[in-house]
């Protein structure tokens, strides 16, 4: 089945603690993004990457990292959470120019 | 800024009626898409259309496209109640696709 796979769903860690939130898709798609959605402010894109090694920032990158090393994977490294990082995240891969795949998000909270 | 608006924010019908939702955005597009979020689950892509194109079906959805206005509608004909959903459009161009904050669409039985 086509899809794009995150974890964990859901996450509470605590100021300060590195994590890596897990994104694979088996599309072999090109493009690969990652969304964070709050509520009265849509989603907003933190990064994106058009092919392997090629990643760029979107509207609100700070405090993230990403990694483009396979085509599969994406995924995104808070070094240290703060609790303005708290939001449902989301995951999408895309061939170039088409309809986005979304994955099924992951809840992280900082305490 | 490339984001599309949607309008209204929130929409409330029967079932049988239909919905339509409506979307503007200030930028050149390559295509627009429409997209349908349950609460907390992750975006499903409906249908995308592009820029040469000026209306497109899929099942019960009908998008129109006018670039000259740079805007977009979505009508879902004979609403159900599994259509209780946000619907975003997001504008494309190049290698972004921004989302809005979308339309909250309630389906009563």
């Known amino acids: 089945e086509a899809q794009v796979t995150q974890n964990p769903r859901y996450l509470i860690t605590v100021t300060g603690k590195k994590l890596t939130v897990t994104c694979s898709q088996n599309m072999n798609h090109e493009y690969m993004s990652w969304y964070r959605q709050d509520p009265g402010l849509g989603l907003r894109q933190i990064y994106y990457s058009m092919n392997v090694e090629v990643t760029d920032k979107g509207d609100v990158p700070e405090g993230y990292k990403v990694s483009r090393k396979e085509k599969r994977n994406f995924p995104l490294i808070l070094e240290s959470p703060s609790p303005n990082q708290t939001s449902l995240y989301f995951c999408?891969?895309?061939?170039?120019?088409?309809?986005?795949?979304f994955g099924s998000g992951t809840r992280l909270t900082v305490v | 800024s490339q984001q599309g608006e949607e309008d209204p924010q929130a929409l409330s019908i029967q079932e049988g009626e239909n919905a339509t939702m409506n979307c503007s955005y200030k930028?050149?597009?390559?295509?627009l898409q429409w997209y349908r979020q349950n609460s907390g689950r992750g975006l499903v892509h409906l249908i995308l259309i592009r820029s040469n194109e000026r209306e497109k079906h899929s099942g019960r959805l009908r998008v129109t496209l006018d670039t000259s206005k740079k805007s977009s509608s979505l009508l879902i004909t004979a609403s159900r109640a599994a259509d209780t959903a946000s619907y975003f459009c997001a504008p494309h161009n190049t290698d972004k696709l921004i989302f809005g904050t979308g339309t909250r669409l309630q389906v009563f039985p």
């Open positions: 999408a891969s895309s061939p170039v120019g088409g309809g986005y795949t």
């Open positions: 930028t050149s597009i390559n295509n």
